[in-house]
């Protein structure tokens, strides 16, 4: 038995098809709590949960169902006005969290998805889609993000437009299990350093693929659009590098990936039997786990974080684990 298949982290990440499947069950159990069509959205969270916000406000708007604007919870623009806040927190004590749900109760309608009904979060929003199914012991979040996402994605197919190239959630989920399978070659396992490549929602899902592997592993990771990625960032990429891209390539950015010697990683949703870039999170989120354990560490216990950043007004926490 490997390593990955006994740390906690990696059971985790081994059950997101199942927690997947239940979510997208229950999004007809969680529409009241959801946007509605046509409503002005913000979406908010911490640290992996701003970058699911950035991911499901992308694939919302994009899709037609209304202007969706994703912050950091501590970054939320207090005088624009928004139908519905939307609150991504795993823990559901974030202090940046609850502290803007705090100050716009009774202003506007808020939501929070968390994964612990016994949190503060229940009282502070006006709903609240609790996830408990797709907690987790792990300090670094993997199946609670991706299952908070899926449940959105999944109200948005429900509500009956998805964007373009967006696959159906159902082959999403079977996508997810593929994923598990999909072997890591020691050159990608072996790299120097990641930067992670996205466009639309895939961009959410870079940053937080780099946002793993720095927490996990400690590695070097970076994350750009895809298409800005040419505008300098390009010169870190090199041989023993890896430039790890979520969904379609750009005209010409492989040859250019190549030109600069670096190695691609990509499994587009344009041909037959890629992967969804949600089912890709998957295999960055076991790279992760593979490469911490490479380096001696333990990714059930990732350095300087704690499950949730929870400040005190003398004492600022500087952990950023939401």
Known sequence: MTAFETSRTSAEITSQPQTWRRAAQSVSSCADALPRRGERVAVVGCGTSW????AYAQLRESGGHGETDAFAASEF??????DRIVAITRSGTTTEVLDLLTKVKGTVATTALTADSATPVMTAADSVAVL???????????????????LLRAHLEAEGALPAGVRPLAQAVQDAQRALDLPLSPEVSGAEQFTFLGAGWTYGLALEAGLKMREA???WTEAYPAMEYRHGPISITGPGRVAW????????LADDIARVGGLLHSVSTDAPGDLDPLADLIVAQRLAVLVA???????????????SVILSATAPATSPAP
């Open 217 to 219: 592993a400690g590695a």
């Open 132 to 150: 408990d199914f797709a907690d987790e012991e792990s300090v670094v979040q993997t199946r609670f993000a991706t299952t908070a996402l899926v």
């Open 77 to 82: 623009p207090g005088g624009r006005a928004y």
């Open 245 to 252: 891209l979520f969904g379609p390539a750009p005209q010409g």
């Open 51 to 54: 970058f699911m916000a950035h």
């Open 293 to 307: 354990e490479a380096r001696g560490y333990n990714p059930d216990r990732p350095r300087n974080l704690t499950r």
